[in-house]
């Protein structure tokens, strides 16, 4: 792992952290490599698990994890957005195809929830988008805070 990764992943994972601390892995990234490795792997272990409960969490409580993981790889992926529209805009359409092939959750006609598949453009914001009109379709409330950022 170069520096260039390493400076990325550590960007992100000590960006919250004591300024200090930062500063000194942004001034030499691979100072430390072995805990900011432990750490990227301890985010990305935590990104599969949430991954795997999305599939297997009720469709509500999956939609919400879903908008949990959307802001999470909006930040992640946001350098390189094809590897967005490629693999994690896909994963989501794909999940409410499924679903809408597979359930009665839904309070819109299936014509209507299917079209909002179109939504999905590959984007960070056509995911919000049709994570947005999924929760229409089916009725229900998320809390405030990701109700603000689905309508953002």
């Not at 960007?11 to 100072?31: K, Q, T, V, W, Y």
């Not at 094809?82 to 809408?100: C, D, G, H, N, Q």
């Amino acid at each position: 792992m170069g520096p260039y990764c390493c400076w990325n992943s550590g960007c992100m994972l000590h960006g919250n952290r004591n300024p200090a601390e930062f500063e000194s892995f942004r001034d030499d990234p691979c100072n430390g490599l072995e805990s900011s490795s432990k750490l990227v792997s301890q985010y990305a272990r935590g990104l599969i698990l949430c991954l795997g409960a999305m599939q297997r969490a009720p469709i509500i409580q999956s939609l919400y994890l879903q908008t949990y993981l959307a802001r999470q790889f909006e930040g992640f992926f946001g350098t390189t957005p094809s590897i967005y529209r490629e693999i994690v805009a896909p994963m989501f359409k794909a999940y409410w195809k499924r679903t809408l092939a597979n359930s009665t959750v839904f309070c819109t006609g299936v014509s209507y929830t299917t079209r909002q598949f179109e939504l999905a453009n590959g984007s960070p914001n056509g995911t919000r988008k049709l994570l947005s009109a999924m929760r229409f379709c089916m009725g229900v409330k998320l809390p405030y805070e990701t109700m603000a950022w689905l309508e953002h």
